[in-house]
């Protein structure tokens, strides 16, 4: 089973409104961290934002914020006031403290395309 | 300031001739991985090292090897290239594998290398 699931391969929005990008994840560990990150076309990771499983409130980073729903199992990003720039590869990630290796499961993205 | 490296940007290589990518970091960071990412698909995990210690995933090809000379460099050797393995190899890093919260979690990547296979 998919253990982090981007069920939009592309979604478009108009410049200057906001946009959400849906995530859903699948963990037996109570302990995980969640995390977005941008890939624009030249090929670079971009961190973007991190969710920790304990963490009491959404985590918000600049237009970045993150709607974490833990019962659902959903860490959907919300871009608010689109910009050109933000035309990108988008990757949820996820990271389970328990077990040997630790390390980072991606979704398979989400495309987005900033509309003038 | 870039922190994690990697050259060169672009390789081309040809079939069955061996190549190597490197990747070095700034950050004195304890683990580095190298992912393989093709087009239109989410990265790849091939293998990291926490310090010296090499975590090879079960289905990496036995023809990708890696080497960690120090703290700072990590290499990725492509024993011999197929045209299968033209991807953008990305390097990240990151603080510590063993503790918990965003810092130790967090990757820093590097901008890639778009291998070629001709």
């Known amino acids: 089973a998919q253990k982090i699931t981007q069920t939009q391969p592309g979604m478009f929005v108009q410049e200057k409104e906001a946009v959400t990008l849906d995530c859903t994840y699948d963990?037996?560990?109570?302990?995980?961290?969640l995390f977005w990150y941008k890939q624009p076309s030249s090929g670079e990771m971009i961190f973007l934002i991190y969710?920790?499983?304990?963490?009491?409130q959404n985590a918000t980073e600049g237009r970045y914020s993150l709607n974490f729903q833990k019962a659902r199992k959903s860490a959907n990003l919300v871009i608010s006031a689109s910009q050109l720039g933000d035309s990108a590869m988008y990757f949820c990630?996820?990271?389970?403290?328990?077990?040997?290796?630790?390390?980072?499961?991606f979704g398979s993205g989400t495309q987005l395309t900033v509309l003038p | 300031d870039a922190m994690v490296i990697q050259n060169p940007r672009y390789q081309v290589t040809q079939f069955g001739k061996p190549v190597t990518l490197s990747c070095s970091q700034t950050?004195?960071?304890?683990?580095m991985y190298w992912y393989q990412q093709k087009s239109s698909q989410a990265p790849k995990l091939l293998f990291h090292?926490?310090?010296?210690?090499?975590?090879n995933e079960a289905d990496t090809p036995d023809n990708f090897q890696s080497r960690r000379p120090n703290t700072s460099f990590c290499f990725l050797d492509i024993r011999s290239p197929g045209l299968g393995d033209a991807a953008m190899y990305l390097c990240?890093?990151?603080?510590?594998?063993?503790?918990?919260?965003?810092?130790?979690?967090?990757?820093?990547f590097g901008p890639g290398t778009r291998l070629t296979v001709t």
């Open positions: 969710q920790g499983s304990y963490d009491q």
């Open positions: 990240a890093t990151s603080r510590d594998r063993e503790r918990e919260g965003r810092k130790a979690a967090e990757q820093y």
């Open positions: 963990t037996s560990d109570p302990s995980y961290g």
């Open positions: 950050l004195n960071h304890n683990v």
């Open positions: 090292y926490y310090d010296k210690d090499f975590n």
């Open positions: 990630a996820m990271r389970e403290v328990s077990g040997s290796a630790r390390q980072l499961t």
